[in-house]
Antibody, heavy 119, light 110 residues
């Protein structure tokens, strides 16, 4: 059974940092591109970042470029999102999602981890 | 990349059908046959319901169907059931390995 389990969320002050993790199981993690998607309270889904299966290529939404870094450890089957210079606008539930093998949709999602940026 | 436009809400009685639109541009919805739809119940993770415009993953009831015309994609839920009450989001490939989501539609079963 495919499982994605996020962790690392919490309360952080503006300007602070946080690292999210997404532990994968039930599939060949190293074969799949992975993404982070976030959802502010009461709002819609917004794509944040993606990484290729081998970690050689990354991409970011303009809103997080230069502040967030996506990475992965295929040996540990874990995806990461390092978030720096956090602002209140980054408050959201962060989901990791697997891009399907055809590269056209997100076929599995984690349950999400809440990041709250507040003083 | 701007979010795809969806109506904020849609509703129908049990057994009826409801159709949700998802409007983008020629750079996303209109440019590729890679539109997907996700169902999200409160406090839960999104669930893939439709991919590649009209294909259903295994386990998704055939009451859910998708289509596309030019820059607008649509999701139709036929034979509405109480458990279909949820938020629905469309997503489209937007080139260069990027994706864009819709604004979301809350479906209410009356």
């Amino acid at each position: 059974e495919v499982q994605l389990v996020e962790s690392g969320g919490g309360l952080v002050q503006p300007g602070g940092s946080l690292r999210l993790s997404c532990a994968a199981s039930g599939f060949a993690f190293s074969n799949y591109w992975m993404h982070w998607v976030r959802q502010a309270p009461g709002k819609g889904l917004v794509w944040v970042s993606r990484i290729t299966n081998d970690g050689s290529g990354t991409s970011y939404a303009d809103s997080v470029k230069g502040r967030f870094t996506i990475s992965r450890d295929n040996a540990k089957k874990t995806l990461y999102l390092q978030m720096n210079s956090l602002g209140v606008e980054d408050t959201a539930v962060y989901f990791c999602a697997r891009l399907d093998y055809g590269g056209t949709d997100f076929d599995y999602w984690g349950q999400g981890t809440l990041v709250t940026v507040s003083s | 990349q701007s979010a795809l436009t969806q109506p904020p809400s849609a509703s129908g009685s049990p057994g009826q059908s409801v159709t949700i639109s998802c409007t983008g541009t020629s750079s996303d919805v209109g440019g590729y046959n890679y539109v997907s739809w996700y169902q999200q119940h409160p406090g839960k993770a999104p669930k893939l319901m439709i991919y590649d415009v009209s294909k259903r993953p295994s386990g998704v009831p055939d009451r859910f169907s998708g289509s596309k015309s030019d820059n607008t994609a649509s999701l139709t839920v036929s034979g509405l059931q109480a458990e279909d009450e949820a938020d629905y989001y469309c997503s489209s490939y937007a080139g260069n390995n990027n994706f864009v989501f819709g604004t979301g539609t809350k479906v209410t079963v009356l």
